[in-house]
């Protein structure tokens, strides 16, 4: 027998005989909203202050005129001019399937994907391998628009991992704002190994 055997033995050996349940985790969300308008406005600060753009349709507005402005200040062309649209929600059309291999999206302009579900302590939105379908799908593109219903956010992460649909996941990913780096000479430069912007759109399911 091996030393990293006899090891082991050892422990298992003079594990004490107890069954004793883990502790209850907290949820720490005494202080937070307590109605959804609340969260909502906690989360589009949190987004606002983490570089994310919180972009309510207007009144009667479409779904494409609301993505069409949103982004305006951000592609540098027109919206219907050759832009490369991955979108992966049936309230926006796009040009690109999400399929195959990461490769396959390296010219992505915008992906356009429905969050599972918001926190408001971060301002971050939540996906899984249901809403990526290609994991990378969420880094490679320039721009990211996000769909989220409003009723699904949750006051913080300890309420997020108590979710049904995180325990379920196989892949789990929560994005909080568009990338970002400080270390080149102190200077904040947003988009830097990842999304160059990151836009919510709150829109029920």
Known sequence: MSSRADI?????????AIDAPAPAVPS?????PPDQDGLAALFTERLTT?????????????????????????????????????SHVPE??????????????????IAVLRARFG??????????????TVNAVAYLAQHLV?????????????????????KNA?????????SATADIEGVLVRGAQGVRSLTVIPLAR
């Open 8 to 16: 082991l033995a050892a422990v298992r050996a003079a594990k004490p």
């Open 28 to 32: 720490y969300d005494d202080a937070y």
């Open 50 to 86: 983490m570089g994310g753009t919180w972009h309510a349709p207007t009144a009667g507005q479409s779904i494409d005129d609301t993505l069409r402005e949103a982004l305006a200040d951000k592609l540098g062309q027109p919206l219907d001019v050759n832009a490369v649209i991955a």
């Open 92 to 109: 926006v059309e796009g040009n690109r399937e999400i399929a195959g291999a990461p490769a396959d999206l390296h010219d992505v302009d």
């Open 119 to 132: 926190v408001a302590e971060t301002g971050s939105v939540c996906f899984t391998e249901a809403e990526l």
């Open 146 to 166: 996000v769909l989220l219903d409003p009723a699904e956010i949750v006051t913080n992460i300890h309420r997020a991992y108590q979710r049904d649909d995180i």
């Open 170 to 178: 196989a892949y789990t990913v929560f994005h909080t704002g568009p």
